[in-house]
């Protein structure tokens, strides 16, 4: 047993092992004020909730409080491990400035009031506008942070009830683009591939995937393979010298907005060099002569050219991935929320599908989620897709969901693809949505462009609801604010990246008068009368199980068939893959593995989009291009970005996250350990770039962009020449002086999205950079242990202290 300080070690003691084994077993637990577990009452099983892993945990409880967490040893997932979010993040629950009153605006101010009056004027408003001006100016905005039966019920009510087809989630701002690219390459969402293929992998390859920090503990694997016999060899894509770059065999530091290109010659060696595997080609795949042809093009110097990679290293990376018997590749936001985001990450599709590496231990692809619900927010419909993976724009499709809702087909939304949440906001502004429903997100810091976006959201004729844990930058411009509950104090399922369904159990009660999403939501449904074609209510469960009940039938026969699922039987076994299902009882580890896809032209989620413009294919088209439902090998041109570099904004701005925080901060901000490892917007810049300017570390600058400014301290780090790095953590919820001044890096972002995926771009602004003062020898405040590692001065390392011990055991399971 150790105890070590895992803010100085965010990943922990290492616990090597060879290709083929099972990766150890590490406990990590962290409990309050000195308590040992000796002194806990009880143990709540539960899964992570501040970052997209899904790792199993137990949660303590003691005196009806939550005490502290435990990793769960039996975990498919993290095998006992967790995240320094995860150890530390739960104190945010007992934070004393908790909503825990419902809060409605009078003369201007939010005010306290009973959840009837609060509930009354939601539901009283949202009834105004649907008989004066329709469902089409009723909006909802939602998260990656509910639980499964929250969105299902979300999106009944939005689809089934309210009949709008102005629903999304934040997700769009993070997972839209691994949705997209799968629905282009597999006709459907759903991540092929499993997190034990890092077990077996001989070559894991990263593009835009910072897995250091986004997802800790599964770096934690990879450390562990590295560490062990016959180590994978690591391809790294990333502007950054992130931790993930500094392990990596190969790592290629592209110009940000040119992955199309870098990926086009990665493709470009595989295919010259005869590095495809054409038996897999010819029997699963459609669109390889359309894709060799275009990669005719994009030799690496072009790349070099292009990308400002040397030719001689996309060689090398090549010639790994071309090599590789086992190949991982795994996708992030340094593609999603890039220029061309869709076409790239699909070019990685392409890679494991031409190398024919696929449905095999090692061979996987992972197009990963941000979020610990994302997936639910896709699969259940809170994305503004159909519940179920069901395609829009297939009539049989629509009429067997409304069957499972028993409505009629025509009371379904279906005309047009949904909308994205970059069209709902422009809808707010032009002044047809006047109603938005906010649910555990944060627009005010969180999409670009924010100004624009806060004058949106104080718009007098916008009615706006939120719903949330905290009085945050948004929920301060609400008219409505509702307390809800969170993680550990409702029960309910949620979905990790590789298909991994936990059952978290509430384990205390919630503060106040506060209530869980699902109980609000179902309220609404209420007060609004919402019913099926029989004049039943729509929404038939008062309760979690019951909505999983709903789910599950909902879900029969579609790609994500929860059927053989239970809270029984994840009570037995927490933590199983879908789909499950009679055939499959024990749940589907790796998708594909026999080269058949849900590609079907009468099953598909999507006909695919026009990777240019953006436009749906129909039915016609896609029969036309995939009659047999294969895998479909995109080809995909470079255009350059729509902002780039010049005289005036000499730099290139991408914005990005830190290990110690999540999204906005409203949770990892109330962690005291979490707090000081990461306190305040840092602005990263390479060391040339300062040198030349005679800047040092820590040094006070002014960012600007055409659409705002920042003001951010020096950090010399290993990021590329011409590229500037900020955190978008960081509001002013706990600084209210920050908004004047400028510390969210969204002041600076563009309104400007990927034409497939609709996903924001967040690494393409051009930025013009100034000193405001000297440092006077006092760095910048970045965290020293991640891709902020400071290169030239000597900064105090990163560490947590005696109140960040955590102990880690290693066993077995
Ligand atoms: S921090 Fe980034 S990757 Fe993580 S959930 Fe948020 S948007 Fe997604």
Redesign the pocket.
């Known amino acids: 047993m150790a105890r070590i300080d895992r803010i100085a070690e965010p990943w922990g003691t290492r616990t090597p092992y060879g290709p083929g084994e099972a990766w150890p077993v590490r406990v990590d637990t962290f409990l309050a004020d000195g308590l040992t577990e000796d002194d806990v009452d009880r143990w709540v099983t539960s899964a992570t909730i501040l970052?997209?892993n899904g790792d199993g945990l137990d949660i303590a409880v003691k005196d009806g409080r939550i005490v502290g967490v435990r990793g769960r040893a039996e975990d498919r997932v993290n095998h006992g491990r967790l995240d320094p979010k995860d150890l530390y993040g739960w104190q945010a629950n007992n934070s004393p400035d908790r909503l825990t009153r419902p809060l409605v605006r009078r003369d201007g101010e939010l005010v306290e009031t009973d959840w009837d009056t609060a509930m009354d004027a939601v539901a009283g408003r949202c009834r105004e506008l649907l008989d004066e001006q329709g469902p089409s100016a009723v909006g909802f905005y939602t998260t990656?942070q509910l639980f499964l039966e929250e969105y299902y019920t979300l999106g009944l009510i939005a689809h089934g009830g309210i009949r709008t087809n102005h629903v999304d989630g934040?997700t769009r701002?993070?997972?839209a683009t691994a949705a997209a690219a799968l629905k282009e390459t597999f006709g459907c969402d759903g991540q092929p591939g499993s997190y034990t293929d890092v077990d077996s992998a001989d070559v894991i390859a990263l593009f835009g995937h910072n897995v250091a920090e986004?997802q800790s503990v599964l770096w934690a694997r990879v450390l562990d393979r590295l560490a062990g016999p016959h180590p994978p060899r690591i391809v790294c894509v990333d502007p950054r010298e992130t931790a993930v770059a500094r392990a990596a065999t190969v790592h290629l530091a592209p110009r940000p907005g040119t992955n199309v290109v870098l990926m086009n010659a990665l493709l470009h060696e595989i295919v010259a060099n005869g590095w495809v595997d054409r038996a897999y080609v010819d029997a699963h795949t459609v669109g390889f002569d359309e894709l060799e042809e275009r990669l005719r093009d994009y030799p690496p110097e072009v790349a070099e050219q292009v990308c400002d990679v040397p030719a001689a290293q996309v060689r090398e990376a090549a010639r790994v991935l071309g090599s590789a018997q086992r190949l991982l590749s795994t996708v992030?936001?340094g593609f999603y929320q890039s220029h061309q985001a869709t076409a790239a990450a699909v070019q990685v599709n392409n890679l494991n599908l031409v190398r024919g590496m696929l449905g095999k231990p090692g061979c996987g692809i992972l197009q990963m989620?941000?979020?610990p619900t994302?997936e639910n927010t896709r699969e259940a419909g809170a994305d503004g897709d159909l519940a179920g993976f069901r395609n829009w724009s297939n009539d049989a499709q629509v009429a067997d969901l409304a069957r499972v809702w028993n409505l009629d087909p025509f009371d379904i939304p279906h005309h047009s693809p949904p909308t994205h949440a970059m069209q709902m906001f422009r809808h707010a502004e032009e002044g047809s949505l006047r109603f938005l429903y906010v649910t555990a997100t944060n627009p005010a810091v969180?999409l670009p462009e924010l100004g624009r976006i806060r004058s949106i959201l104080a718009q007098e004729r916008l009615f706006l609801v939120v719903q949330d844990l905290f009085l945050t930058e948004t929920a301060q411009l609400a008219d409505v604010v509702l307390p809800a509950a969170t993680w550990g104090e409702k029960t309910g399922t949620f979905t990790n990246v590789d298909r991994t369904v936990h059952l978290s159990e509430k384990a205390v009660d919630p503060p106040g008068e506060a209530r869980s999403d699902l109980d609000i939501l179902i309220d609404l449904a209420r007060r609004l009368d919402l019913r099926d074609k029989d004049g039943a209510p729509l929404v038939k469960w008062s309760d979690p199980e019951g909505a999983f009940e709903g789910w599950k039938e909902c879900s029969r026969g579609r790609p994500c068939d929860y059927s053989g699922l239970s809270y029984a039987r994840l009570r037995e076994r927490n933590g199983i893959q879908w789909p499950v299902t009679e055939d499959a009882p024990e749940g589907t580890e790796r998708l594909y593995v026999d080269g058949r896809f849900y590609a079907q032209p009468d099953y598909c989620e999507s006909y695919g989009r026009d990777m240019v413009t953006g436009a749906p294919l129909d039915d016609v088209e896609y029969k036309a291009l995939n009659p047999d439902g294969k895998a479909v090998l995109k080809a995909a041109e470079y255009l350059p970005p729509h902002e780039l570099p010049g005289q005036e904004f000499p730099f290139q701005l991408i914005t990005?996250?830190t290990l110690y925080h999540?999204?906005t901060r409203t949770k990892t901000g109330r962690a005291p350990q979490l707090r000081a490892a990461a306190p305040e917007v840092w602005l990263e810049m390479a060391a040339s770039d300062a040198a030349d300017r005679g800047w040092g570390e820590g040094d006070l600058l002014e960012v600007t962009t055409p659409r705002g400014r920042v003001e951010a301290r020096l950090r010399i780090s290993g990021i590329r020449p011409g590229v500037l790095f900020l955190p978008?953590h960081y509001g002013w919820w706990d600084d209210p002086d920050a908004l004047e001044r400028g510390r969210a890096a969204n002041e600076l972002t563009p309104t400007d999205w990927d034409p497939v995926s609709k996903q924001p771009i967040f690494k393409t602004a051009a930025a013009a950079v100034a000193r405001l003062a000297a440092s006077d020898g006092v760095p910048s405040r970045a965290p020293t242990t991640t891709a902020s590692r400071p290169v030239v001065a000597d900064v105090p390392p990163t560490r947590g202290g005696d109140v960040a011990l955590v102990t880690e055991r290693e066993g077995t399971r």
């Open positions: 970052h997209s990656g934040n701002l993070c997972t986004t992030l936001q989620n941000g979020q994302a969180s990005g996250r999540f999204h978008f």
